[in-house]
């Protein structure tokens, strides 16, 4: 059974920056999955934000937040990231790290983590 362990939120202002982790464990295969980062805020659909396939060499990202956020992944480490910069208000959620197929739905995803709340204020 693959476990997720999101980590890195926090509170932080307008234009500011956070990363986010996501520690993978168990299972005899984790380095092959693709990872994603998809957030939900309150009252509103779990929305796509990043994934990456299971090399690092392809990436996605959701149109609200290409170009100030990055994805990457440390297989050595069983680890993956979001690094966001320029964080707006509308940036506020729970984000989730997920590890399935390298896609934008949430359906393509098998394991999913807590998550771990970003608020930003403006």
């Known amino acids: 059974q693959v476990q997720l362990v999101e980590s890195g939120g926090g509170l932080v202002q307008a234009g500011g920056s956070l990363r986010l982790s996501c520690a993978v464990s168990?299972?005899?295969?984790?380095?092959?999955?693709?990872m994603g980062w998809f957030r939900q805020a309150p009252g509103k659909e779990r929305e796509f934000v990043a994934s990456?396939?299971?090399?690092?060499?392809?990436?996605y990202y959701a149109d609200s937040v290409k170009g100030r956020f990055t994805i990457s992944r440390d297989n050595a480490k069983k680890t993956v990231y979001l690094q966001m910069n320029s964080l707006k208000p509308e940036d506020t959620a729970l984000y989730y790290c997920?590890?399935?197929?390298?896609?934008?739905?949430?359906?393509?995803?098998?394991?999913w983590g807590q998550g771990t709340q970003v608020t930003v204020s403006s």
């Open positions: 997920a590890a399935g197929s390298v896609s934008r739905s949430t359906y393509d995803y098998i394991y």
């Open positions: 168990g299972g005899s295969s984790t380095t092959t999955y693709s």
């Open positions: 990456i396939n299971w090399s690092g060499e392809i990436t």
